[in-house]
């Protein structure tokens, strides 16, 4: 087999659009005929920026190699420009490559990518879910209002979900970290503790930030949130800070997670070494694919850390996530969006089954997915905006905060 033909799909799934504004599809086709889809995660340039680096690792690392020589072109594409170090550009375009040279595999064997991996650990994965409005709930009055993620988190349980995350304390800006302001604090109490309320032990509440604060504003964040036990504190100050997430770790009783903006082994074994996290959360189309990020998961093993991938972004990650899952024996549970959400599942014609809080291992060749071409390309992306975007805007330390969860589409 020799990788051929490249074509590059940006989508843009419809409002809301819980996901990104953008989900960039790679599809690969071998010259015997074999196609394999891959997904590259959110990167810092625009997605028609985007298409030229991912053309470019393909053309210059990947086109007429055999799809079976993935730590080879890992490590051309890792090597590329005398670099030998992450590069989240690189590594995202290299990722969504690398995951569709697995789903090649797959088919080429009639089996699934986990089986080519050392088989299935895990037929049942524990699923989790961010918790966005429900139909009737108020979109604007949602972010704010312990009562209605209270109410979300309710249906997410009765739907059999058995972790539930939330984010109240915002804002995310591009000024690095900083102190929470007291309401801020306040509001993220009470969200946990509404929320438990109606949950009570029946899940895990999983609380999530974006490296917003400083060291010590996280621990005073921290030391409010103790009481409701939540299962982990998310990515509390800038990702890239390790010693100091390190004394955050140290100053709390609450489990810190990281990880959905590391890329490569290289960035996760600090964070491990350092004692930072124990809660590992790859998002696999930037970490460096599934090959790398399964050397991830054997390095948590080492510091007794689990593995929860994380999901902002479409369901071809969503699936190389499942892949993973399915395979490591230090899985903690997998991110998903309410239970694979409309469009990610149409997109992928309901391939994948979530069952009961459960996503069910797949067992059809490759990623176990079959993609909706014609949907995908209906639906191009014609904004300006990035997949993610942080305010300019200092905390507001007068008036309330009111972060919009991600980048919902407004038409």
Wanted: glycine letters at 10%; proline letters at 7%.
């Amino acid at each position: 087999m020799k990788l051929q033909d490249l074509d590059i799909i940006v989508t843009a799934p419809p409002a809301p659009g819980w996901g990104g504004r953008y989900w960039i599809f790679v599809k690969l086709t071998t010259a015997c005929g074999i196609t394999g889809w891959g997904e590259v995660y959110a990167a810092s340039v625009g997605p028609e920026a985007m298409r030229a680096v991912i053309t470019d690792v393909f053309e210059r690392h990947m086109q007429g190699e055999n799809p079976e020589n993935i730590e080879l072109m890992f490590r051309r594409a890792y090597s590329s420009g005398f670099t030998q170090r992450p590069d989240l550009t690189v590594m995202g375009a290299f990722s969504g490559l690398e995951i569709a040279c697995w789903d090649i595999l797959g088919k080429a064997h009639d089996r699934p990518v986990y089986a080519l991996m050392g088989g299935l650990m895990n037929e049942r994965i524990r699923s989790y879910t961010y918790l966005y409005p429900l139909p009737h709930q108020s979109m604007s009055d949602f972010w704010t209002s312990p009562d209605l993620a209270a109410e979300c988190a309710a249906q997410m349980v009765a739907n059999g979900f058995t972790a539930v995350k939330f984010d109240p304390a915002g804002p995310y800006t591009a000024r690095g970290g900083h102190m929470p302001a007291m309401r801020d604090i306040s509001r993220s109490a009470a969200f946990c503790k509404a929320i438990r309320e109606a949950v009570g032990d029946r899940a895990d509440l999983l609380f999530g930030t974006h490296g917003q604060f400083s060291t010590g504003g996280a621990i005073r964040l921290a030391q409010a949130l103790e009481p409701h036990s939540p299962l982990w504190f998310e990515e509390p100050i800038p990702p890239d800070n390790i010693p100091e997430m390190a004394k955050v770790a140290a100053a709390t009783s609450i489990p810190v997670a990281t990880g959905e903006r590391l890329t490569t082994k290289a960035e996760f074994a600090e964070v491990l070494r350092q004692g930072a996290a124990t809660i590992l959360q790859p998002a696999l189309g930037r970490s460096g694919g599934i090959l790398e990020t399964k050397k991830i998961a054997a390095l948590a093993e080492v510091y007794n850390a689990q593995m929860a991938p994380h999901l902002y972004a479409g369901p071809i990650e969503w699936a190389a996530n499942i892949q993973l899952a399915a395979n490591i024996p230090n899985l903690l549970m997998a991110e998903t969006i309410q239970k694979g959400g409309d469009f990610h599942l149409a997109l992928i014609k309901q391939s994948i089954t979530w069952e009961d809080g459960f996503i069910i291992a797949p067992t059809a060749p490759g990623l176990g997915i079959e993609v909706d071409e014609d949907l995908a390309r209906a639906h191009p992306f014609t904004g300006e905006g990035l997949h993610l975007e942080m305010q300019e805007a200092p905390c507001d330390y007068v008036d309330e905060n009111d972060f919009q969860g991600g980048a919902p589409a407004t038409e």
